[in-house]
């Protein structure tokens, strides 16, 4: 857990380029955003559960992952997702392991039109940029010869792995009961840095390690915390 909790505060130290996402959409998005008169904004706290489908079908992948979204403008919303993804692969000729966790930080903009303030209902667009870092190794090697019998090789080595990437987001979000809330999204990652002394099978939050673009979804519950009421427009 120690190790986990570091990892994750170097990838926030290493959030510049999040940070500084966060402060151009402000600029480019405030003065439109500021006069479309506000409606009731919150902070919703989301869990994917999307994990637990791949688990089904994947018994040696297990992940998760949790997502902060505040509203910042009428229709702009700022959103964090963080995450975590263990993956322990027993082949017949190989065992498999890696251990890794990312964070990804970037906006939605919401093209519902709202019947009523207090609404959750949402059909968005949004853009992220993710970190991810793990560590993986690979043992109990066996090649496989019928002329000269099966041998071991060597263990690969635990090492460490370091990507960044940016993920294209649409999706829609229904409100079930007040203030609870269920949706999905399509993601579309584009790779823009892999440190690696070999490639890994899968990165946390991005998908194949042997792949530049990959494609993903998610489906989540939320529930918001309204923090400000507004009148109706």
Known sequence: MIIINVSLINLLMRAKKIIFLFLLTTVFFGA??????????????GYD?????????????TSGELSLTAGAFKKLYYTVEAGLQKINDKETNFNYLSNGQYI???????FYKRKRPEENNMVFLGV?????????????????????????MESVPETKVKAQWIEL???IRVELIRNFSMGWSGRV?????????????????????????????????????????????
Request: proline fraction near 5%; hydrophobic fraction near 30%.
């Open 189 to 233: 990652h584009f790779l823009t840095s892999l440190k690696s002394v070999n490639k890994p099978f899968m990165i946390p939050g991005f998908g194949s390690g042997y792949s530049s673009t990959t494609i993903g979804f998610n489906y989540s519950i939320y529930y918001t915390f309204p923090i400000r009421k507004y009148p109706r427009e």
């Open 49 to 61: 559960f999307s994990g637990l489908i791949i688990k089904l079908f994947q018994p040696t992948q």
């Open 32 to 45: 439109n955003c500021q006069d479309m008169g506000a409606l009731k904004q919150g902070i919703s706290i």
């Open 104 to 110: 990804k930080g970037g906006f939605d903009y919401n």
């Open 128 to 152: 992220r940029y993710g970190l991810a870092s793990m560590n993986h190794s690979a043992n109990n090697i066996t090649i496989e010869s019928v002329k000269w019998g099966n041998y071991t």
């Open 169 to 171: 987001v649409g999706g």
